[in-house]
């Protein structure tokens, strides 16, 4: 009898709770989930992520090794279209990140249903609610963060804590920035133990030459080569945005940041942040979950892309999780936080506009003449056309070239593996390529995005 009550008490207590945030994190994403492609939350990049992962393809560095292996499993999900089923995979991942946060929160002293409290909190904040409901790698990457951090403190292996962290690395870059937590947390004498899980968390970074296909017509870099290889997992062509941000843009960014800053922890968040810090009784863990939030918020904040802000996700988890003296002394009274996160952003979430996309990428296919070359300009209008094109096979008979891309050697070398036919790929030089193709075919120069928004514009010229 004793024991079946001890074995009780550790289902309520520890088990139960993570159950119940998953569970209740997944329910209001999957209701608000955007079922199609969309460019809502800065998820531009998501119709390159579904196409790599259908034609067996690379994305754009580091090539996110990990999402294209789990991504298999979200394309065998049997609902259309098929980019619904990346959106529920982003939904899994987001609530995964939830449940295991809440079971952080016991080991590091949250107990029974106050547990539930971090994990809650991070479900709804609302740049994590965000990138949950749409197709991007960040989700996930905040799945093996906080598998990372549960790993941690929940004393499991340490080699398994190495695991994880180079596993979160292969998510996304940015989860350096965790290292110098592990090892701070972790015993110098276990450091070995920790080096060789981070090296076999690492190890799909060496899957990807075998998992860029021939036939697929995304396949960043040269993955087979060992300098290709590097030039893709080091991430180098982005390394010029690491604090570029110019001085201009500062001032700017900053009003427009410091709301929305706030409005993630709706304001009285940000009040408890110091209060918890004196009544914490391990100030160095506290220090550590803010210190690094820290980090990860001004790294983005000095990156020089319009969607830096996602790259902040990490740290409204490791904030989450530094409130835990507060959500003691608050006990039930805590649980306004989440619900508030809730009431005051389900509307905006809900009501985002997401079947923009298609009708327009539809337009631009459809109205293109046959066996056409369409020109695109720049990652939100090749990533839509390609998956409208490439995974749900409309217009096969049009050939989609974008002129930045163009300027590599390896994307102009696939599309001579891909099509023979086409004639100038030697060098960067786009006049040459219409000039040389305009005879045999259409070309057409097309744009899906502009500075003002979504657009079809079709601009096709023909030899006369």
Known sequence: MA????????????????IVVFVVALLIYFVTIVPDLTLAFYSGDGGELITAVVTGGIPHPPGYPTYL??????????????????????????????????ATGYSLGLKGWRSALPGLTLAFIPLVWQQSVVTEVYALNLAMVSLLLWSLFGKLPYWLVGFFLGASLTTHLTSIFLLPFALLLVPVKA???????????????????????????????????????????????????????????????LKSWSLIILQQLLFVGWLFLPWNAKQESQ?????????????????????????????????????????????????????????????????????????????????????????????????????????FHFVEKQRPDVILVDDQLFAFKWYRERLHSLFPNLHGLENDDLFTFRALNVSQRPVCTVVLVDEMGLLANNSCSKEP
């Open 191 to 253: 450091w070995p133990r920790l080096g060789i899980g981070f090296l076999l968390g690492l190890t799909p970074f060496l899957a990807l030459p075998w998992l860029a296909h021939p036939d697929s017509p995304v396949v960043w870099s040269r993955p087979d080569t060992l300098a290709g290889w590097w030039w893709l997992v080091s991430a180098q062509i982005y390394q010029p945005n690491q604090l570029s941000l110019p001085v201009e843009n500062l001032l700017p960014r």
């Open 283 to 387: 100030k160095k863990q506290w220090w550590m979950f803010v210190g690094t939030a820290v980090i990860y918020i001004l790294y983005a904040f000095f990156y020089n892309t319009e969607d830096a802000l996602v790259l902040t996700l990490p740290a409204w988890l490791l904030l989450s999780l530094s409130l835990t003296a507060t959500f003691n002394r608050l006990g039930q009274w805590g649980f306004l936080l989440p619900l508030a996160l809730v009431l005051l952003n389900f509307t905006s979430i809900n009501r985002v506009e997401v079947h923009k996309v298609r009708p327009y990428a539809e337009q631009i296919l459809h109205s293109s003449p046959p066996d056409a070359v369409l020109i695109t300009s720049g990652d939100p209008d090749i990533f839509a056309l390609w998956y």
């Open 3 to 18: 024991a079946n009550f001890a074995n009780f008490t550790i289902l309520r207590h520890k088990i139960l709770p993570p």
């Open 69 to 102: 292996l789990l991504g298999h499993f979200a394309a065998l999900l049997p609902v259309e279209p098929i980019a619904y089923r990346f959106s529920l995979f982003s939904a899994f991942c987001g609530a995964i990140a939830a449940g295991i946060t809440s």
